[in-house]
């Protein structure tokens, strides 16, 4: 499911006031906080205007980038790594875990210069311009192989980080030194820039940046009638598991790709209502939308200063654990960022022995008619869990496109004053939509709507606020009152089904594989808990992942 659509389903569904009312901005009813939430996932509304066929597509691969671009500083340094070196490394590579390939480097079957150009040759070989290809990434650091060779040459005085020396893809709306950070739009293709916070954790702990992912292009907030995993820069992400047959999710359509298709050792996605929910879920990897605060998002091309985050995404929940741990800190620039107290290696502590025994989950009764659904119940109550059907709250989300409409004409002229290179052409939205008309076929070919809708949108801060208030009451409300009436210790949900309600609560979120359809169709199993309670719920999701050993690689990426 594509998280924008999602958006204006809600918009449809809950904020269904005529225009002369929003005209005069009168204040958030009673009424406007009651309405029903049963289409918020792939119920008729959403399907209708969700699905496409994806011989519609406009546009495959890029029209304003070159496999030869991407590779040309590259492939100088790639000469001595043959096909033969290719195959020999991936027993040691191919989906194992970072500790599995910590291991490998440490008894001398790998070396993180090996494991980097694996990573690169494998990437060249199968994601642009050839019959398998999935257009997952942007850009690749021009020094990492450098760097990877430095690491090797480390001494340590005691032991690293887990993630030091792995080759990490960024989504690339996060900005990071010697590449362009772009959104994947065209106005953004010269936006070099400094290291954004997170990328200074991930490095600071000696993780190699390998490269930029594609994306939904400004993270999904742009077109309106475009498919998932589209942007100009980067063309269409397709999906591993069945390239023009089944959606990537978006908007970190390249991070969920790049992930399942082992083009790294992890990846790093950003999430406003399901961003990494979404991607993760559809490609059958793990992903983790943080507690709102919890992970940095200055240098990171916004979307909604009150809702966006980054979170990581990898191929299993030890990663995840090891990844969140190497990006969480306090960011002093960031205006929700968390002082979180605890040392390093908090997440990832006694994650082998979490257990889920008397744990109570809630299980929303319409969800139960999926069949992958319930038999991850099933998973969860052998290793002890006891499941609670519940009745969903009767809240809705009004008003949910407006807040992100306002919080992106503010946020984004304050990233680029901040944070982006002084030489790009833009600063403002109506600034990229401009720019846009230059060349719209080759720059917008699905149109600019929802941009044009943030420009039209005449909101003031006042009414910001009272949106705020109640998306955030409603959502607390959506998981407190089954939680308090149940003694609940979670919730449990398919893919990013209720990735709106968690956003506005500012509530994490995890997804796990729990299988594939009769079609083919990977869907994700979602734990969500309350504020700051990652470390539960990557105990939950990691005993079900050993339990239920759900995943399984794109067969034709091995």
Known sequence: MRYILSLLVLLLIFSCKDEKAREAREPISKSETVETTKATDDDSGLSAISTKDFREFKVLDSKNLTKAEIWAEINPQMEDFTESDYNRLKPYILERDIPTLQKNIAIGDLNYEKLVKFYLYRIRKFDRENPLSLNSVISINPEVIQQAKIADKTNFIQDPHPIFGMPILLKDNINAKGMATTAGAVALKDNVTDDAFIVKQLKSKGALILGKANLSEWAYFFCGECPSGYSAIGGQTLNPYGRRTIDTGGSSSGSGVAASANFAAATIGSETAGSILSPASQNSVVGLKPTIGLVSRSGIVPISSTLDTAGPITRTVTDNAIVLDAIYGEDKSDSKSIYALWEPGFYTKDLKIAIVRGKRFGAPKRLLEDSLYTKALDVLRQQGAEIVEIDEEQLGLPNFINLLNLDMKKDLPAYVDAHANKNIPIRTISDVIEFNLKDSIKIMPYGQSLFKGIVADKGNSEY??????????????????????????????????????AAVAEYPAITVPMGYTDKGVPKGLTFIAKRLQEKQLLEWAYVYEQASKARVAPKKYN
């Open 464 to 501: 910001l606020v009272r949106i705020k208030d109640t998306l955030s009451r409603n959502g607390k409300q959506y998981f407190n009152l089954p939680m308090q009436k149940h003694n609940l210790d979670g919730f449990l949900s398919i893919n990013n089904y209720h990735a709106a309600f």
